[in-house]
């Protein structure tokens, strides 16, 4: 059997051998492949070992900056790494637990993270991070893994600061193809320009470059039309057939920003359900409207993703400013 520190370095499209006990590394990230990334640099997984059959602790590192995942307060890390963290960590444990193959296609069906504000500080250090991840409900097609729900607790030097889960289901590469059926055709071609419609003002949605805004404006008052760009280096890291859940998280926070005026706001708790896949061939109208927050002092937020006059996704933020 590969220690843990063994299989950090195998080769990229290798199997990086089974996880082993013990505490976990933050010496460097575990094969891009593991966590569905084609750049290191978007990796943020560091290390996997196993606390019992169910049960498993994840290492990982967030930046003191990174290009997207990112705040305009210099004092806090984004919540959204969380959120990004969690659906690695998925991945990671159903390749190198569960034995899903690496070509099997990944559906999410649900997420969710919390985090406090205290967890979020940036220090004088990348932050190390530790999660702790139970699965349940674990769904079998045969003798191999389609699903499972995971709980995650999340701590940072040793104190608890966040916590989430997701619910995911998975199907062979053959399986996904006749899923897809015919979307081929109507997926854009790598290289494709950047949309012509005009983006939202970044101010308003807390960014600092266009290029990041993932919003534009819509005829129907209070909502906002999705802005794809695949050539986009974090939100499309490797070319998909459909747009990525990150991306319509984030669409949700932007939304979020605009309805309620305050883009120095974060979603310092979100969840999130997703319905259908979000194609690029046709509009996708994402709606913000208030709600009650699922925690005492924020402001709650509902996020509604339509596309075809359907609803796609939908999601609840509780948004709080952090200096």
């Not at 139970?134 to 104190?159: F, I, N, Q, W």
């Not at 290289?191 to 993932?214: E, F, I, M, N, Q």
């Not at 794809?228 to 859940?245: C, Q, T």
């Not at 194609?279 to 709606?287: A, C, G, I, L, Q």
């Amino acid at each position: 059997m590969l220690t843990s520190r063994t299989a950090l370095v195998v080769a990229d499209e290798a199997p990086a051998g089974p996880p082993c006990a013990g505490q976990v590394l933050h010496e460097q990230t575990v094969p891009r492949h593991l966590v569905h990334r084609a750049a290191v640099s978007e990796v943020f997984l560091t290390d996997l070992r196993i606390v019992d059959d169910t049960t498993f602790s994840v290492g990982a590192q967030w930046p003191r900056d990174h290009s997207f995942y990112r705040l305009p307060s210099p004092h806090r890390h984004d919540p959204m790494l969380l959120a990004e963290t969690i659906r690695q960590a998925a991945l990671v444990i159903a390749h190198q637990v569960f034995g899903v193959p690496l070509d099997w296609k990944f559906m999410s069906h649900e997420t969710n993270y919390q985090i406090t504000t205290a967890g979020l500080a940036l220090g004088a250090r990348p932050a190390d991070i530790t999660l702790t991840v139970t699965c349940h409900d674990v769904k079998r097609r045969g003798a191999k893994v389609a699903g499972m729900g995971m709980d995650v607790t999340c701590h940072r030097d040793g104190r608890q600061i966040g916590s989430g889960s997701v619910r995911w289901s998975c199907v062979t590469a053959a399986a996904y193809q006749r899923l897809r059926a015919g979307v081929g055709d109507r997926v854009p071609p790598p290289g494709t320009p950047a949309p012509s419609a005009p983006p939202v003002s970044r101010g308003l949605v807390g960014r600092d470059r266009s290029r990041d805004v993932v919003l534009s404006p819509h005829d129907r008052r209070g909502s906002w039309l999705l802005r794809i760009d695949r050539r986009h280096p974090v939100l499309f890291d490797h070319p998909v057939d459909h747009v990525p859940g990150m991306v319509l998280q984030e669409a949700a926070r932007q939304a979020a920003a605009l309805l309620l005026g305050r883009p120095g706001l974060v979603p310092a708790a979100l969840r999130f359900t997703f319905d259908r896949y979000v194609e690029f061939d046709s509009p996708v109208v994402v709606t913000p409207v208030r709600r009650a927050p699922a925690t005492t002092g924020a402001l709650g937020v509902g996020v509604e993703i339509e596309q075809d006059g359907r609803v796609a996704a939908q999601g609840l933020m509780d948004m709080r400013i952090v200096d």
